[in-house]
């Protein structure tokens, strides 16, 4: 069982359209990342949110810390195929934890022309 | 800069033979951990270290072992190789403090 589950698993959606992939978990993160994967490459960091509530805009990403800091939202407005990757969610459960970033599984999206 | 730097990018290696991934990071950064991933799993910590000779399990530490005696360097050896390893490698390393995980290009292992 993974700290942090991602959803959904699997997103494929036509350029123009929004989408929105969620990060949950039973346990409250000091802070959380979300970061890019394209294929043959290491992850590259999109943000990082550490306030509950926070909301972060990146062009046309906009990413939501929860209230209570377990979980997170990813949003994307008029999806381009340049958008397409694996989005993961990590997160630092403490302040002591700095070296134990966990990752979810995450969610590969597709945006097809 | 050349960052996080791993080696190799590709290895096939026979059921029991030995190996070490190398890893090296140019920006000295004090945290450097090793992740696993597969398919459908994500990104799966197998050990990390928070400096010089320090080192402590992640979630699947089990067939492999590190040391980090610099700041540089944290190689990961498979002791001995089994076909359970088969994954893509990745190594990272961040400041203290929570900053960006900064990884290298990945190490693809297949252990026949």
């Known amino acids: 069982t993974q700290l942090l589950e991602q959803s959904p698993q699997f997103l494929s959606i036509q350029e123009g359209e929004n989408l929105t992939v969620y990060c949950n978990s039973s346990s409250v993160f000091s802070s959380l990342q979300w970061y890019r994967q394209e294929p043959g490459e290491g992850p590259v960091l999109l943000v990082t949110v550490v306030t509950g509530g926070e909301v972060k805009k990146l062009k046309r990403l906009t990413f939501q810390f929860g209230d209570a800091r377990k979980d997170s939202s990813l949003h994307i407005t008029a999806a381009q195929p340049g958008d397409t990757g694996l989005y993961l969610c990590a997160g630092d459960t403490t302040t002591d934890s700095w070296g134990k970033l966990q990752f979810g599984a995450g969610t590969q999206v597709v945006v097809t022309p | 800069n050349a960052g996080v730097t791993q080696t190799p990018k590709f290895q096939v290696l026979k059921t029991g033979q030995s190996m070490t991934l190398q890893c090296a990071q140019d920006?000295?950064?004090?945290?450097m951990s090793w992740y696993r991933q597969d398919p459908g799993m994500g990104l799966r910590l197998i050990h990390y270290?928070?400096?010089?000779?320090?080192?402590d399990q992640g979630e699947v530490p089990n067939g492999y072992n590190v040391s980090r005696s610099t700041t540089e360097d944290f190689p990961l050896r498979l002791l001995p190789a089994a076909p359970s390893q088969t994954s893509v490698y990745f190594c990272a390393s961040r400041l203290q403090g929570g900053t960006e995980a900064f990884f290298g290009q990945g190490t693809r292992l297949t252990v026949v």
């Open positions: 920006m000295n950064h004090e945290y």
């Open positions: 270290s928070v400096g010089a000779g320090i080192t």
